[in-house]
């Protein structure tokens, strides 16, 4: 008496949900043991054709859509728990479900983050994958938006910029025009759109450090600002020190993007926080012991103004815009 | 700086996270406190033109998407703890986000489940709202699907096909022909659907005394059967003592329904249990003290076939569909 969700749920999700608490998924719902532990709780959603191209491989989608989630645990400092999956789609195309349980089933392993439950419904319009993502940490620990001070060093992780231009590359944009002949730089950036790496590795020396932090996921001129504006305070970054793959600067280098339009551009989803001058040595350190790069690229400033950002003379520039908005 | 998105948010939805765990929505994430209680956790969505009909107003939409994940959370036998909200929308309409956010924070208020997060996403199909709720109870004391015992009685609360009347209604189907001149039956009928009562007053009741339970959502006869299975029982019901509305009685005496048809349709969102029949007089007491309807309607028997339906001459009627699949 199975009806076609069910048997779609046994057949692509059951094998990934194998912790204690997701019950199988054959319960209305998942249930949390109770810890000492606080619960952190994270949902982002992804839209096919507003967060990744009609057409995308379901496996670079299915990574998508739980690596946001958990990118945005690793800014909070919060080791993962577990997810929820809501699933839209437009009917069944076993060949997809597969190729994107498989991916997600890889992802979950990957980062100990299994499946617990979910929900599946028919939508006629877009795919849309909707992810809910729990992390635990130490009772008051989260490391929020709100906390940065004056004179606290500004790093983010990673490199900014590259999820833009990999989407400009498949849009056939300027970007593609500047590396005909450089087809892994081109590959390297769209990979970097279309799955991006949570930085989870650092979660917790961000809890032992940081003083405020979010995900970079709309563009970090605009993510700066909200956690700024958040925190009460402003910030001052140099342009020159915002760090760059190999590949976005040979972009830049040939004319096809500018920095303004990097730090502007979404989906970098690293991770931007505010350190104590004291507290930065250690946290570089813990950063670089796990292989996660992470760079100073300014300072929080007292004031509550926009974030300015300067360029090599020291002259700041003005950005045509600081991010990306749905609507 | 706030994008339109940030707006949106700041201006409808700031409002409803009163609760400290939302952090005001200004945080990437919510957080929710360490205890000894055992979280469950709930997601189900609704879509336009599949769960509620285009054109239904945004109050009764608002407060379907919350009280069906309520539903589960009250079958589980869990109090509310606060919820997370994401809306994959067309565009921007300030009216219908207006009565929408206003209805969901007057039940936000109601059920005493704050909002706690959430995403905001454009999408270019239909409009989609998924709610993550969550809920407390004592470690270890979820009521799940699996525990139904041989002998248990079979219970359900509130009437049963009055939603799948409403939406027949609405369509214009059979049932409307049925009540030309009882508008005030035909209302009852579709507000049955357009907004569910989720029974979570019965919900420590049914951690005292259920074996087993779960809300019906996907038709009662196809809802039980997944009970069944999970529980490896069967069941056998009297189908002359499911409880139906004086509304639903007078669509079945005109002809324009059977009770079949009642028990494999959707949107009931009442809570189908199994209870040992020591326990089922205080559970029966419990709920009369509250105020919410319970009627047994049948036994768990043991074996693992389908349950049976009887009719009143104790013959088992075969049923031509048992639940609504998406798929």
Redesign the interface.
Known sequence: ?A????D?IAKYFRPLAQAPAS?GL??????????????????????E???YLVGDAADTIARKALRVNLS??A??G?SPVGF?L?L??R??NETWLSAFAAALGEDATTFACPL???????????V?I?V?A??RLP?GE?V???GARAGDVVAVTGTIGDAALGLDILRGGRAAGALPSHRREAEFLVDRYRVPQPRLAVASALRASASAA??VS?GLA?DL??LC??SGVSASIELAKVPLSAAARAVVARGAATIELLIAGGDDYEVLCAVPPDRWPSLAAAAAAVGVAITAIGTITAGTG?PVFLDATGSAVSLPR??????
């Open positions: 008496m009806s076609g969700e069910d779609l019950l054959l319960d209305d719902a998942a249930v949390l043991e109770g810890s000492g532990d606080d619960l952190v709780v994270t949902t982002d959603a992804i839209v054709g507003v967060h945005d645990l800014a909070k919060a929820l809501t839209a789609l009917k069944v617990l439950g979910g929900d599946t419904v028919s939508t006629s319009g877009p849309m909707s809910t729990f992390g009772r989260m929020r938006r709100h979010m995900d709309d605009g600002a909200k504006a958040v926009s600081t991010s990306y908005s749905h609507f």
